[in-house]
C-alpha cells in the first residue's frame, strides 16, 4: 500500500479503495492526524548514501555538508549551493531568506563541484522516470528548482558514464531610464515595483506563488511539492500569447514578470563512458567503479556576457534618423516632404475656394467697354510746325 504515496509525485492521482487504506493505516500508527511531508522525507534515500564522494574547489569534502535535502518539483532532492534558509517559511513575515550563495574561486573541470553518484538499484520502489540513473538540475541559488520559470536545466545521468557540464553564465540588467515605459512594453520588472510577501521578488517564487494559491482555492490544501498536475503544472506568466490567452487547462499568472537584472545560466554536457579501473580524475582515486557515475560541473572561462536593457533613441531621433536614411539614398529629407505637401495643399485650397474678388472685378471691367469715337488722321500723326502747313494760297488744308 505504500507505492500509492506515489500519488503525490506524479500526475495521475486517482482516489481508490486502497488510498483510504493506506490513509486509515497512517492515522491508525500516529495515532490521529499525521505530517505527510514528514512522512515522504523520511522515505526518501540519505544524500549520504546517493553521493559518496565530493570535491569543490580543488578539495575532497564531506557530503553531508555540503549538500542538504531540500524540497523540489520532483519532491525531494540533494540539493548544493540552494541559498535558502527554509522551504516552509511564514508568508508575511517580510524577513529576507536569502543568504549568500558559494562562489567559484578559479574555473577548471578541478576547481567545480564533483560527485560520484551511487546507483542504489535496489531501491528502486516507485521509480518516477523511465530510466535507470540520476537526474541533475541547474538553477540559480535564490529560485526554487521549477520548470515553469525556464531558469532550470535538467541532465539525465545514466548509470557507468563520466559527465562533464560545462556551465557558462548571461547577466542581464535594466536601467531605471526604462522605468517610465508600462510592463508590456519592456516585458520585465524592478524589485521595488512588485509587492510579495518575502523580502525578495523572484520570478520563480512568483510562479510558485501563484501555483499554490490556485492549488488551495481548488483543493483546499498546499502539496508538499507543487504536483505535476495538467493545469497547475502549466503555469504561464503575463505573455501576449494567442494560443494560451482562451486556454482554461492552464493557469495565468498575469502579475508574474522576469526580472530586469539577473543571471541565466547555460550548460553544455560530454558524455563518456567511465571504464572499469581506467580514469585519471582525482574524485575516483581508489574507487573500483562498479555501475557508479562520475558528474563534473565547472566553469570553464572567466569572464561572461553582460546584456543592458536601456532606451536607446528618443521619438525624435528617430525621426532624424529616418530623414537623414531617405536623404542618403533617395534624395530626399522631411523638410522637402512638408514643402511639397504644403504647395499642394495650398493650390488644392485655391480651387476649391474659387474666384477671388478682384478676379470679378477685372472681368465686370472688361464687359463695359467705351464707346467707338471719331478719329481723324490729324490726331495719328504728329501736328506740323504753323509756318509750314499753309499751303501756296494762304489757308489751312481741310481735315478729312
Given amino acids: ?126 521509480p518516477i522516470f523511465p530510466i535507470t540513473g540520476w537526474k541533475v538540475m541547474v538553477f540559480n541559488p535564490h529560485d526554487y528548482p521549477d520548470m515553469n520559470s525556464g531558469g532550470l536545466i535538467e541532465i539525465f545521468v545514466p548509470l557507468e558514464t563520466y559527465q562533464n557540464v560545462e556551465l557558462d553564465a548571461i547577466v542581464s540588467y535594466g536601467t531605471r531610464n526604462i522605468l517610465p515605459y508600462s510592463l508590456e512594453h519592456r516585458k520585465c520588472v524592478f524589485p521595488e515595483e512588485m509587492t510579495s510577501p518575502n523580502a525578495s521578488y523572484t520570478y520563480s517564487d512568483c510562479l510558485v506563488d501563484c501555483t499554490i494559491q490556485d492549488v488551495w482555492q481548488t483543493c483546499k490544501c498546499i502539496p508538499f511539492y507543487l504536483p505535476n498536475h495538467v493545469k497547475w503544472y502549466t503555469a504561464v506568466p503575463n505573455a501576449d500569447l494567442r494560443d494560451v490567452k482562451n486556454n482554461t487547462q492552464i493557469l495565468h499568472c498575469n502579475r508574474c514578470y522576469p526580472l530586469c537584472s539577473g543571471v541565466t545560466y547555460n550548460a553544455k554536457t560530454f558524455e563518456a563512458r567511465l571504464n572499469r579501473g581506467r580514469h585519471q580524475s582525482k574524485l575516483l582515486d581508489g574507487v573500483d567503479c562498479v555501475q557508479q557515475s562520475a558528474v563534473h560541473l565547472y566553469f570553464n572561462h572567466f569572464g561572461t556576457i553582460k546584456l543592458k536593457q536601456n532606451v536607446v533613441d528618443q521619438w525624435y531621433e528617430l525621426l532624424s534618423d529616418a530623414s537623414g536614411i531617405g536623404g542618403i539614398f533617395i534624395g530626399f529629407s522631411l523638410i522637402a516632404i512638408v514643402e511639397f505637401g504644403y504647395f499642394v495643399g495650398l493650390f488644392v485650397w485655391e480651387l476649391l475656394k474659387g474666384p477671388t474678388s478682384s478676379d470679378g472685378i477685372d472681368n465686370k471691367t472688361k464687359r463695359k467697354r467705351p464707346a467707338l469715337q471719331i478719329i481723324y488722321w490729324g490726331e495719328l500723326y504728329p501736328r506740323t510746325r504753323p509756318d509750314i502747313i499753309t499751303n501756296q494760297h494762304g489757308r489751312f488744308p481741310n481735315k478729312y
Wanted: net charge negative; with cysteine.
Fill in 1 to 126: 500500500m505504500f507505492s500509492q504515496l506515489g500519488n503525490l509525485y506524479d500526475s495521475e492521482f486517482r482516489i481508490t479503495e486502497r488510498s483510504y487504506q493506506i490513509d486509515q493505516l497512517l492515522a491508525e500508527f500516529y495515532k490521529g492526524s499525521y505530517d505527510v511531508t514528514d512522512i515522504l522525507k523520511r522515505l526518501t534515500p540519505q544524500c549520504s548514501n546517493v553521493i559518496s564522494r565530493c570535491r569543490f574547489h580543488g578539495e575532497n569534502k564531506n557530503c553531508s555538508k555540503v549538500f542538504e535535502t531540500r524540497k523540489t518539483q520532483d519532491g525531494f532532492c540533494c540539493t548544493f549551493n540552494y541559498a535558502i534558509k527554509k522551504d516552509d517559511r511564514s508568508l508575511n513575515n517580510g524577513v529576507d531568506l536569502r543568504l549568500d550563495p558559494l562562489k567559484v574561486e578559479n574555473f577548471g573541470e578541478d576547481q567545480g563541484l564533483s560527485v560520484l553518484l551511487e546507483p542504489l538499484l535496489d531501491d528502486y520502489f516507485y
